[in-house]
């Protein structure tokens, strides 16, 4: 069985809207914060690099997860993460 490449953990604050922290392994790479309400919902898209930060906007979580993903691993692959190591194809 493949392990998947990405962990989502859900973070529910009194003070905020919901957020979903992205890990790729165990290094905390970004971040989901959820704005609107339910009906409406959006979602800010935080990708954390080197070469500074990345931030988007998706109109559902499923959409916020994949572009959070594809963005991550872009910048991975153009050695933004230095710390993580050139990324190897399998």
Not at 21 to 50: E, K, N, P
Request: without cysteine.
């Amino acid at each position: 069985m493949r392990r998947p490449v990405f962990r989502y953990d859900k973070v529910d604050a009194a003070e905020r809207p919901s957020f979903y922290d992205m890990f790729h392994g165990d290094q905390h790479v970004g971040t989901l914060t959820r704005r609107g309400s339910s009906g409406s919902s959006t979602y800010d898209v935080r990708v954390m690099s080197d070469t500074g930060d990345v931030e988007l906007m998706a109109g559902s979580l499923r959409d916020a997860r994949a572009l959070a993903e594809e963005t991550y691993t872009q910048s991975w692959r153009e050695g933004a993460y230095t710390a993580r190591g050139p990324v190897r194809e399998l």
